[in-house]
């Protein structure tokens, strides 16, 4: 019997896993037990109760930052808000306790600090009246959710942490592939005369010092011997055995160890670029992707009056090929950010773009101020701390399940 549990606990394991593709089969968050809508107060704040003394807490945010208002009663009666000494703390994932005091401002207690977004915590009140102290703690959660490491893992949820980057601001460009002006070399007959051997063929790889041809001599009928001066490719046979030199080409040797891509820059972005800028190529065909820099310029702009810039390309593996295209982008400026996330970790929640924290388990909105954008990052001004982990793979999971779950302010 015991073996045909563990076989039967494995089957349900396996479907369960299987089932990932299909995030409400999955069940990622934990069961959420619907809880009453808090009571509410005169003044729309979450009504606190003890014996005969209530307290009235509000988020007010109506033209002012968001911060708290305390109304105080007794047996129904307002209270004079100066009798009463009232502390606010708010537990937050993560990210520390905000002590809150407060002071009279008219008929209700005001709190000191502005409460930032999200508005999920821990609420836990002390309020002192008359010799007495009455103790409440609530939570109050808005876009969290709670997912186990395992689940996690099996849809793929991943992780980076907020820090520091430097962000490299480019062009986007577009040319070819070409070979040097010295790549090729032709070969010579040294003495006319008739070619008895031809050594090599099209396309063949051949070393520098490598022998190419024997002829003879029409003068001394002596053998000679043709040799390379460098390494390369033949990429021309003009001549076959049994024919005169006749003073012509009789082979060209190229070496594309060493390619050019030149790029073509418009007058709008002429400015922006330097010899020496760090360039990243797309080659068309080739996964790879390859880093050089600007070498030269050509000195005449084209007929549609962009002006070619020359980026050196290693190709000693051969890989590459004359004529292939080319798509680039040239680096035209750095600066350092303090704080930095992956564009595609960012989510919609209510009117604001937002980012996953994680701690532990559970993972939680931080609404972003975000700054400038280059390449797959964006800057971050405010609204998440240094080092926090934070999800930059399949956010949307952890938003589709906080917007089922309906957690929202509680104002």
Known sequence: MKSTFKILTLISTLCFVSLSTSFSSLAVSEQKVEEAEPEKGPNRGRLLKKDNFAIELSIFETGVPPEFRVWATENGKTIDPAKVELNVKLTRLGDGVDNINFFQ???????????????????????????KTYSWQYDNFEGRTSIDEKIAEAMEISTEVVGPSTFHESIE?????????????????????????????????????????????????????????????????????GEQSKGRILLTVTNDETLVAELAVFPLDLAKINIGAKTTLNI??????????????????????????????????????????????????SFDV??????????????????????????????????????????????ISLGTEYVTENSYILKADVEKSGASHDH
């Open 284 to 333: 068309n065909g080739v996964e790879e992707q390859y880093t050089s820099k600007i070498d030269s310029r050509v000195l005449k702009v084209r007929n549609d009056q962009a002006k070619l810039f020359r980026v050196l390309v290693n190709n000693s593996d051969s890989l590459l090929s004359e004529g292939s295209f080319v798509s680039a982008r040239i680096e035209i400026g």
């Open 173 to 241: 460009v577009f040319g070819n592939l070409t070979l040097p002006a010295d790549a090729s070399s032709n070969v010579y007959a040294r003495f006319d005369g008739l070619v008895k051997k031809v050594h090599v063929k099209l396309g063949d790889a051949i070393k520098k010092g490598q022998l190419l041809l024997t002829l003879e001599s029409n003068e001394s009928l002596q053998s000679y011997q043709v040799t390379s001066t460098q390494k390369g490719i033949v990429s021309a046979v003009n001549v076959t055995s």
């Open 338 to 383: 303090a704080m930095a996330v992956k564009r595609n970790a960012l989510q919609s929640f209510r009117d604001f773009t937002v980012v996953y924290a994680k701690v532990g388990n559970e993972y939680e909105v931080r609404m972003l101020e975000l700054g400038r954008i280059v390449g797959d990052e964006i800057e971050v001004l405010g609204g």
């Open 105 to 131: 401002e008219g008929q209700y207690l005001r709190g000191d600090m502005f409460i930032y977004e999200p508005h999920s915590f821990i609420v836990s009140l002390t309020a002192k009246y008359q010799g």
